[in-house]
């Protein structure tokens, strides 16, 4: 889609030699002559001076990278942007179309699509390629896909550095680590079974752990069934190294969820499959506990593309894309209202949390606790709801509740991302700090005092969001932060800075933490940096 495929004159470029700013300014200039026909060529004054040459007008939308909401605006204000290009791949099609196009062109997990695939999904998306593009940026945003990632498990770790290879840490009683042993590692350790496969998401629950590669498809390993081992009762099946889940070969998975009782998939399209729940919540399925079939979320999502999911103790919450803006649905359990809808009851379908709206946020981040939830809007604004133990939701008291709720304590900060814990939360603002509030045993907040270093400073609960001071003595910007959701183990968290350095604190008993710890010591109170690099 240049400017000699296009038909227009190929423009040449010089170089410009090197001299000094002093010569280059003290140049005499020519007279600009205010004479319209030298601005217009042969057009009418008024027109667009660069309709001769709109291969180079695309060229610039393309390569500068625009939001699809900017190039929307273009054909909402100017005629030329709205009448077809007259281009290839669809002569139809508007400059601003194409642009968005290209910029999807270029998305690693738009690229492998067929063009039967790739029209499918723009149908999914409200028929327009902006809108598949602005899907794509919202995945990539939420989910850090293709980027470094750090996972702190119940008990063990997952870290994924940016080209794909996978580190294991921590407990590994039911050979959730994959190295083909259920002994534990107390270093990061490659994943050597994975060696020439790219992974690009990870996730983890108690004793079992989910990877996604580059391809779409998903490996497992440790324990192989729902429920049964949650508080150390043995006796399921386990898997040491990484396996195929033959049952998701032909969904192209690009996100995994995992909760008590359940495992949610998102597929690159934007449809949710759940498979293994249990039965008494079949979230949308009749079918029985042991069902390992992945099944297609029913209900309100059906025909609604979702770009992230986040699962809970027995509850699952998805954000959707669709033309009127980005909204979250919740389904499962609803005790400590934590689905959000103002009850709490349980919801076997997906169901609109309306109250976003009320507070005119439009979600980009969601995050599930095992209890609680929380969201990040796009005006950096943080919401939380749910069972309010401990002050997880960072209203200054331990009440639930049971709608989204602004925390009115970051009004000042915008957040840019959020992660919940087992009555705990995390929010990340634009600039790097951290705040915490929530659950303070195992140390996991981090919010050890250097100059009392007593073990009521670094375990007490915080009711309202404070700043975490020692990650900002590491004078590094913490792009994303992870930390243990389960009932039943004590926490640890990660924080991953923009350079790919990892930090962890908290519980380290199991190793968790990638380091050997002291003679009677179990836990660290202050971010302590990890042997391992994810840039």
């Not at 705990?424 to 907040?445: I, K, Q, R």
Request: glycine residues 10%; contains cysteine; proline residues 5%.
């Amino acid at each position: 889609m240049d400017a000699t495929t296009s038909g227009t004159p190929t423009i040449q470029y010089h170089n410009i030699p090197d001299q000094p700013i002093t010569t280059i300014v003290a140049t005499q200039l020519p007279t600009f002559q205010r004479q319209l026909r030298h601005c217009f060529g042969d057009s009418s004054p008024g027109e667009f001076p660069l309709s001769a040459n709109p291969s180079i007008v695309l060229h610039v939308l393309t390569s500068c990278s625009l939001y699809p909401q900017d190039l929307a605006k273009l054909e909402a204000t100017c005629s030329f942007f709205k009448k077809p290009a007259n281009f290839a791949p669809d002569l139809d099609l508007s400059l601003s179309e194409l642009a968005a196009l290209d910029m999807c062109q270029k998305r690693a997990i738009f690229k492998p699509m067929t063009t039967e695939q790739q029209q499918h999904l723009k149908q999914r998306c409200g028929g327009s390629w902006k809108l598949v593009l602005r899907f794509l940026m919202a995945g990539e945003a939420c989910c850090r896909r293709e980027k470094s990632q750090a996972i702190a498990g119940p008990g063990h770790s997952i870290a994924v550095t940016s080209k794909g290879a996978v580190y294991s840490f921590g407990s590994n009683s039911s050979g959730q680590l994959g190295h083909g042993t259920t002994e534990e590692e107390w270093h990061p350790r490659p994943i050597r079974a994975l060696q020439g496969i790219r992974i690009i998401q990870a996730t983890a629950a108690t004793g079992r752990t989910m990877l996604i590669s580059d391809s779409g498809q998903v490996y497992a390993f440790g324990k192989d069934s729902f429920g049964e081992a949650e508080i150390g009762i043995q006796g399921s099946k386990m898997v040491t190294s990484p396996q195929l889940v033959e049952s998701l070969k032909n969904i192209f998975v690009v996100q995994a969820a995992i909760g008590n009782f359940f495992t949610a998939v998102l597929s690159r399209e934007g449809r949710v499959y759940t498979f293994s729940w249990g039965s008494d919540g079949k979230l949308c399925h009749h079918t029985d506990p042991n069902d390992v079939e992945p099944r297609p979320l029913l209900g309100a999502l059906e025909h609604i593309p979702v770009v992230q999911i986040a699962a809970g103790f027995c509850y699952l919450l998805c954000l959707a894309c669709q033309p009127s803006g980005m909204s979250v649905y919740s389904v499962g359990c609803g005790l400590g209202g934590k689905l959000g809808h103002g009850s709490k009851t349980d919801e076997k379908y997906p169901r609109l949390i309306e109250q976003f709206q009320v507070l005119n946020i439009q979600p980009k981040v969601v995050a599930a606790g095992a209890w609680h939830a929380a969201v990040v809007g796009q005006d950096g604004r943080i919401c939380t709801w749910g069972w309010g133990r401990c002050g997880c939701l960072g209203h200054g008291n331990e009440e639930c509740e049971s709608v989204p709720k602004v925390v009115e304590e970051l009004r000042d900060v915008k957040a840019v991302h959020v992660a919940t814990g087992d009555y705990t939360t995390f929010v990340v603002a634009d600039n790097g700090d951290v705040y915490s509030f929530g659950c303070g045993e195992s140390a996991s907040l981090g919010h050890n005092n250097p100059e009392n270093q007593e073990q009521g400073d670094m375990h007490a609960n915080v009711l309202s969001p404070k700043l975490v001071t020692s990650m900002k003595e590491m004078n590094e910007k913490v792009v994303q932060i992870s930390l243990t959701n389960s009932v039943y183990w004590n926490a640890h968290t990660f924080a991953l800075t923009e350079s790919g350095k990892l930090y962890g604190f908290g519980a380290g008993d199991k190793g968790q933490l990638g380091v050997e710890l002291g003679a009677n010591q179990t836990e660290r109170g202050k971010p302590e940096r990890v042997d391992i690099d994810l840039g």
